[in-house]
């Protein structure tokens, strides 16, 4: 069996979990149709959030940001290293730094 599956339709996914709801059990469901039993909990657990019926983990909105403000801590983190790195670089190099000053040719 492989280890991860292209993603159901989300039409699929909404239909299984409204099967669920309606009485069906996972494990009927996983036995008619390709999803794993647990896939399927997984997929009623996480609408059941989605929808406020559940309190008991992130929303798929909240899992989002949750990766969008992640991805930007480890850009700036890194934007940070680099800056310190660069700093501490001019600090025993300040010749380097420096800009050269040009003298001021008079006109014409």
């Known amino acids: 069996m492989p280890k991860s599956h292209r993603p159901y339709a989300p039409a699929f996914r909404e239909r299984i979990i409204e099967l669920v709801h ?3 059990t996972p494990e ?3 036995r008619q149709f ?3 039993a647990q896939a399927i909990r997984n997929w009623v657990r996480q609408a ?3 929808d406020g019926r559940r309190q008991d983990g992130l ?3 909240e899992q989002a940001e949750l990766r969008r403000l ?3 801590n480890r850009s700036l983190r890194e934007e940070r290293e680099i800056l310190k790195r660069a700093a501490a670089w ?3 190099c300040p010749e380097k730094g420096r800009r ?3 003298e001021a040719v008079p006109p014409g």
């Open 90 to 92: 001019f600090a025993v």
């Open 48 to 50: 059941d959030r989605d």
């Open 22 to 24: 309606k009485g069906r």
């Open 28 to 30: 009927e469901l996983a």
């Open 34 to 36: 390709e999803p794993s």
């Open 100 to 102: 050269v000053q040009r």
């Open 70 to 72: 992640r991805r930007e």
């Open 59 to 61: 929303t798929t909105e």
